[in-house]
């Protein structure tokens, strides 16, 4: 486990927002990561805010958000243009689709009342979003996941969420920071969530839809378990290019073109029309932020659902985290489709 603390003189420079190149060599000689694997210039670092999508220049904006810890990425998210609240955007979805709002469906940030016995939660002691820039999507679906059960399991007294950014300072290696900021290399949701909310194996049930085959059995166990457990993290979704269009928020039937990739999410909804299930999916993209899948798609997917299913109920003290953020932030800059694992 890596040390807890960015050194003080290269945390001092972080905080003066002073990004030369010997700041960014000294947190990565810190992390133990060799200089000759992290091709930054003082160039790059000086074209941090200009608006394209290379490698290099996600590269340096990844090291710039660590360096910062992500506190002005969050309070501009929170603070200077919150834009609309998650529920707002349910809102949007539902009448959109008005089959979730007939009896008999389920969704997470309505219906919670019967996975808890507190009076005191509410709703946006729940309603969470991806609201920090660093970070891949296997990371907050972990995340989004470990707020939802623990405000679930205390009464709604923890408002917190992980802050990933100070996480992957503080708690990544030297192999997996090389990994996240200089390869762009994913990992796995499941993995990361246990790591984050101290679970044991057998504190997660993963029920599989097929790996691209149509299995209705595994439909119903989701199907039960997501309104026993409230909320379940998919995992290893594949995703075709139709899924990344914006106006898409409806998939049904099987895949039909190549997979670019997986990606992590969470189910947070449920309903049933006819014989066939369709899940409401919580995305951590600013356009599309709630979709709906058929059984048929969630299983041609090669998607896997995990539900937690221990009674955790406070995040570990010794973990960064960040209160209140629930509100919609607006997409970082050339990580719109990043996914969980890149297809090879």
């Known amino acids: 486990m890596a040390e807890k603390n960015i050194p003080a003189e290269v945390a001092k420079q972080a905080e003066k927002h002073v990004l030369w190149p010997a ?86 940030y309505r219906d919670y009342s019967t996975l808890t016995k507190s009076e005191e939660i509410g709703k946006d002691d729940l309603a969470i979003s991806r609201v920090q820039h660093s970070g891949l999507c296997y990371m907050h679906a972990g995340a989004v996941m470990q707020h939802v059960v623990v405000a679930l399991n205390s009464g709604g007294t923890h408002h917190e969420m992980l802050n990933v950014a100070k996480y992957i300072v503080q708690f990544y290696d030297n192999r997996a920071v090389r990994n996240h900021i200089v390869d762009n290399v994913g990992s796995n949701s499941i993995g990361f969530m246990r790591d984050i909310m101290g679970l044991e194996r057998e504190d997660v049930v993963t029920t599989g839809l097929g790996m691209g085959k149509i299995v209705p059995v595994a439909a119903e166990v989701v199907a039960t378990d997501i309104r026993k457990y409230g909320i379940g993290l998919v995992s290893t979704f594949a995703v075709e290019p139709a899924f990344q269009q914006a106006d898409g928020t409806s998939y049904d039937g099987a895949l039909t073109e190549e997979s670019l990739g997986q990606h992590a999410m969470a189910v947070v909804g449920h309903r049933k029309e006819g014989n066939k299930h369709y899940f409401l999916l ?15 798609y969630l299983a041609s997917s090669g998607a896997s659902v995990s539900f937690v299913t221990k009674a955790v109920s406070e995040i570990p003290t010794d973990y960064p985290t960040v209160s209140g953020a629930y509100s919609l932030e607006t997409e970082d800059l050339g990580d719109h489709f990043e996914l969980e694992m890149r297809s090879l």
Not at 282 to 295: C, D, L, T, Y
Request: glycine letters at 4%; proline letters at 4%.
């Open 23 to 108: 700041v960014v060599d000294n947190f990565f000689l810190w992390k133990g990561v060799e200089a000759g694997d992290v091709p930054f210039t003082f160039k790059m670092l000086q074209n941090l805010d200009r608006r394209n999508e290379n490698k290099d220049n996600k590269r340096c904006h990844r090291i710039k958000r660590l360096l910062q810890g992500d506190v002005i990425h969050i309070q501009s998210a929170i603070e200077t243009n919150p834009g609309p609240h998650l529920l707002a955007v349910l809102d949007a979805f539902t009448t959109k689709h008005p089959k979730w709002l007939e009896e008999g469906s389920y969704i997470l």
């Open 282 to 296: 919580q995305n951590w993209w600013i356009e599309k932020q709630f979709v709906e899948v058929s059984q048929d």
